[in-house]
């Protein structure tokens, strides 16, 4: 396993969730980690990615402002932090890894997490 994702879960309206993407050695050096959603019926959307070697990120217009990626290169592992939690924010996150920095399209990335389902209830 090269991208594990974790940290899902059912949570209420208003509350925060911290998302986990672990990466292999490989991926998590030379490789920008991004974070995008799926919802029921919908197409895949791009949230953030945190940029390899440039400690810069990059939002989707939709994510700025609730939510946040961050880096911890001890622990291979790249978070997604999402606050004051929405019904429509239900969806499965998934983490996947790109050669391309600031990059928000899904052909660009070549290694995808398995995903974690996030339910918002209201």
């Known amino acids: 396993v090269q991208l594990q994702a974790s940290g899902g879960g059912s949570v209420q309206a208003g509350g925060s969730l911290k998302l986990s993407c672990a990466a292999s050695r490989n991926l998590f050096s030379g490789y920008a980690i991004g974070w995008f959603r799926q919802a029921p019926g919908k197409d895949r959307e791009f949230l953030a990615v945190?940029?390899?070697?440039?400690?810069?990120?990059y939002y989707a217009d939709s994510a700025k402002g609730r939510f946040t990626i961050s880096r911890d290169n001890a622990a291979n592992t790249v978070y997604l932090r999402i606050n004051n939690l929405k019904p429509e924010d239900t969806a499965v996150y998934f983490c996947?890894?790109?050669?391309?920095?600031?990059?928000?399209?899904?052909?660009?990335?070549?290694?995808w997490g398995q995903g974690t389902q996030v339910t918002v209830s209201s």
């Open positions: 996947a890894a790109s050669l391309f920095n600031s990059n928000s399209e899904e052909d660009r990335y070549d290694y």
């Open positions: 945190d940029n390899w070697n440039e400690d810069t990120r």
